[in-house]
C-alpha cells in the first residue's frame, strides 16, 4: 500500500488563489518530499522538508510537516495556469539504508485562467 | 549528461512478446530506481540499484519482469510475455551518493501499449 495518500484527489481553482494540498503517511519518515508532474511524464522535485523542520518555503511553496500527525501540506501561493499538473509527495522512511521513496497517490491540480 | 534520458520513450507491443525499456542516469549517481505508473495513478516501486550492492527488487510484480545495471551506468528493464495490465508509463529516476535525504531526478518515461 502507498505510504503517502494526497488529499483532495483532484482540485479545481481560478488563477490568483491560493491552493492547498495534503499528504498523509503512515511510518517514521526521515524526511518529505514533494514533485510535481505534467501530463503523465517524468517528475520534477519540488521542495524537502526534514523531519526536524516544521515549516520551508521556496518561492510561491510552502510546506509543513506535523510528524506528531503524520501529515504535510503544500501551498501554493497566488496561483498561474502554468501550475496546472499532478502533485505527489514522497517520503524516505526512517532507519532505510537507502534513499529510497515511497509516493503518494498524488493531487491533480486545474488552475483555470 | 544533463539529465536521466530513457528510451524508446514510446512503445507499442504484442501481447506475449517481450520489451526491454532503457535509462541513462545521471553521470555519477550511485542510486537508480524504476518505477511504474498506470494512467492516472501513483508511482509503484519497481526495483532499486545502489552502486555495487545487490539490488532491492522487493517491488517486481511478477519474475516476468527483471532489471539490470552495469556499474553505476545504463539500466535496462526487461518484460518478458508481455500481458495488457503491463501498459503503464514506465519511470527511471537516479539519485546522489550516500545516505541521505536527497532528491530523486526522473527521466521523461517510456510509455508501453501492450495491444
Known amino acids: 500500500s502507498q505510504q503517502g495518500e494526497e488529499d483532495p484527489q483532484a482540485l479545481s481553482i481560478q488563477e490568483g488563489e491560493n491552493a492547498t494540498m495534503n499528504c498523509s503517511y503512515k511510518?517514521?519518515?526521515?524526511?518529505l518530499q514533494w514533485y510535481r508532474q505534467n501530463s503523465g511524464r517524468g517528475l520534477v522535485h519540488l521542495i524537502l522538508?526534514?523531519?526536524?523542520?516544521r515549516e520551508k518555503h521556496s518561492g510561491r511553496l510552502r510546506v509543513t510537516l506535523d510528524t506528531s500527525k503524520k501529515s504535510s501540506s503544500l501551498l501554493i501561493t497566488a496561483s498561474r495556469a502554468a501550475d496546472t499538473a499532478s502533485y505527489f509527495c514522497?517520503?524516505?522512511?526512517?532507519?532505510?539504508?537507502?534513499?529510497?521513496?515511497?509516493f503518494g497517490g498524488g493531487t491533480r491540480l486545474m488552475v483555470k485562467p | 549528461g544533463a539529465g536521466v534520458s530513457q528510451s524508446p520513450s514510446n512503445k507499442v507491443t504484442e501481447k506475449g512478446k517481450d520489451v526491454e525499456l532503457r535509462c541513462d542516469p545521471i553521470?555519477?549517481?550511485?542510486?537508480l530506481y524504476w518505477y511504474r505508473q498506470r494512467l492516472g495513478q501513483g508511482l509503484e516501486f519497481l526495483i532499486y540499484?545502489?552502486?555495487?550492492?545487490?539490488?532491492?527488487k522487493s517491488g517486481l510484480p511478477s519474475d516476468r519482469f527483471s532489471a539490470e545495471r552495469t556499474g553505476e551506468s545504463v539500466s535496462t528493464l526487461t518484460i518478458q510475455r508481455t500481458q495488457q495490465e503491463d501498459s503503464a508509463v514506465y519511470l527511471c529516476?537516479?539519485?546522489?551518493?550516500?545516505?541521505?535525504?536527497?532528491?530523486?531526478?526522473f527521466g521523461p518515461g517510456t510509455r508501453l501499449t501492450v495491444t
Open positions: 529516476a537516479s539519485s546522489g551518493r550516500g545516505q541521505g535525504a536527497y532528491e530523486q531526478y
Open positions: 511510518t517514521s519518515i526521515n524526511n
Open positions: 522538508i526534514r523531519s526536524n523542520e
Open positions: 514522497a517520503t524516505d522512511r526512517l532507519g532505510n539504508a537507502g534513499n529510497m521513496l515511497t
Open positions: 553521470s555519477g549517481h550511485t542510486a
Open positions: 540499484f545502489q552502486g555495487n550492492s545487490a539490488p532491492d
